[in-house]
Nanobody, 113 residues
Framework: QVQFVESGGGLVQPGGSLRLSCAAS????????MGWYRQAPGKQRELVATIDAGGRLYYPDSMKGRFTISRDNAKNTVYLQMNSLKPEDTGVYYC???????WGQGTQVTVSS
């Protein structure tokens, strides 16, 4: 079973940036469509971005402009670059293989002055 480990979260001031990483085990990571999701306190989990095996990107309208998803198949890793962070970006960020059940532990992002 493939496992994903998120990292790179932390405390950042409004306007700052963070780069999240998601490392996967397994030799067929390159065939996976991957997504980043987040869950803010008291809110439902929401999609942030996806990237498919061919590198095609998708962002919900609410996420366009400040977030960039990318992948490095040689490192079995998917990234989320987050810029111009706002307090409302605070939450736990998760990566996930599209279409598979279950969630990892996520990485906490806190945007606060």
């Amino acid at each position: 079973q493939v496992q994903f480990v998120e990292s790179g979260g932390g405390l950042v001031q409004p306007g700052g940036s963070l780069r999240l990483s998601c490392a996967a085990s397994g030799s067929i990571f390159a065939t996976y469509a991957m997504g980043w999701y987040r869950q803010a306190p008291g809110k439902q989990r929401e999609l942030v971005a996806t990237i498919d095996a061919g590198g095609r990107l998708y962002y919900p309208d609410s996420m366009k402009g400040r977030f960039t998803i990318s992948r490095d198949n040689a490192k079995n890793t998917v990234y989320l670059q987050m810029n111009s962070l706002k307090p409302e970006d605070t939450g736990v960020y998760y990566c996930k293989k599209i279409g598979s059940p279950g969630w990892g532990q996520g990485t906490q992002v806190t945007v606060s002055s």
